[in-house]
């Protein structure tokens, strides 16, 4: 079977080896009769044979037979071969093109933490679906070796398959039965050493995998402190804290203490602050120039007339029952008009000529926060002070101080006002940025 241009039950060609243990062999193969490429797994009953590795290829052609998932290589036939000084066990299976992680981290690729986000998230829906098979199927041997990147397209880190389910495991077959304790040092839990694997087992294997990928070492390599891989300071960049949580939840070596399913994971990733440390590169999309000024000056004129109108008719109010009122809801309306059509202007303005096209959604957002906070604070704050200096020059003192008392948190309501306009505004042009 050594020959290259041999073929098996006459269909199969054997193209190149792909890995090699005691008494098992992985090839790359020809399947002449569906015209494409296929992975031909050889168990050999020779000096080498042990009847574990019997059971455990004989679970797996029992697995890959029952599953059906993009991401999983495809059972596609299992039969005995007869050799002359030998028996053979064969399991054929798709191929799944593309490249180990394994391989990425040998030629030194450096994994960005949104890219590293990417693949945990693709590995753990893959896991919601073993995990929720009748019984649980649990892989066990989850490492870079066993997962392979497909082409990538954009900023995408591209299709993530999971191989080799040589160890692969269900819940089932461990009840009442001695199990056979399998899996890579470095990337399996602690009960794993015990013969015990269970969903939250192949979670370890995730945040392991991740673990590598972030420091571009094996786990095994990384200190330990009470069984807990130290990886923050190894890590090509600065890990976010969000980051270091999850992974430090993912590789608990108290089972009771990991996240328990892949459900979890996936939720824990999403909703703590597992934030990327670069924001994700998008294609920008520029919107016209008389679309920005126009949205910007159309939401500063509502929010600021409104404001201004309820806010300086309630100064009326305290100084000049109801005539004082209408005067000052008009004189808060003109007020709001000038500082909402000023904002708007100016912000319109900052935005075309400093981020357009948008390439930092953040920094834009809170350019927009600041300008609006400051401007609208600003000039409040100097027509109080005009007001009050007006009323005690003509008027009594203590109808000044009733102004300024009134004034006061009035300013900072507009302040606040402007702030959610900025920011308002600031993510209508982020989404008009990313719409196709």
Known sequence: MDNASSLIQQRYEIQRQLGKNAGRQTLLGYDQQENQQVVIKLLTFDLDFEWDDLKLFEREAETLKTLSHPNIPRYLDFFEIDLPDAKQLALIQSYVEGRSLDSYLKSGRIFTESEIKQLVKSLLKIL??????????????????????????????????????????????????????????????????????VPASDLYGVGATAIAL?????????????????????????????????????????LKRRLSSAQAALEALEYT????????????????????????????LGIGCLSGAFFCGLIGTSVFPVLGTLAGAGIGLAAGLMLGLVNGILLGLVTRLGFYPITDARLHRQTAIN?????????????????????????ELEKGFV??????????????????????????????????
């Open 273 to 300: 602050e597992f934030d990327t440390y670069k924001p994700a590169p998008f294609k920008p999309l520029p919107a016209p120039t008389f679309t920005i000024v126009g949205v910007a000056i159309a939401q500063n």
């Open 403 to 436: 102004v300024l008392l009134f004034g006061a948190p009035i300013v900072v309501i507009a302040g606040l006002a402007a702030r959610f306009s900025g920011r308002s505004f600031a993510q209508w042009y982020e989404d008009t940025s990313r719409r196709k």
């Open 371 to 395: 300008i609006s906070t400051v401007l609208v604070s600003g000039i409040g704050l100097v027509l109080l002070l005009i007001a009050f200096y007006i009323y005690i020059s003509v008027s």
């Open 128 to 197: 919601e679906y073993l995990h929720g098979r009748n019984p649980p199927v649990v892989h066990r041997d989850i490492k870079p070796s066993n997962i392979i990147l497909g082409d990538r397209t954009g900023n995408s880190i591209g299709e993530v398959y999971l191989v080799d389910f040589g160890s692969v495991q269900t819940l089932a077959t461990q009840e009442g039965r001695t199990v056979t304790v399998v899996g890579t040092y470095g990337y399996m839990p602690p009960e794993q050493f015990g013969g015990r694997a």
């Open 214 to 254: 972030l420091t571009g070492q094996h786990p095994a390599d990384l200190p330990q402190q009470d069984l807990r891989i130290q990886f923050e300071h190894a890590a090509h960049f600065p890990p976010v804290a969000g980051l270091v949580k999850w992974l430090t939840q993912m590789t608990e070596p108290d």
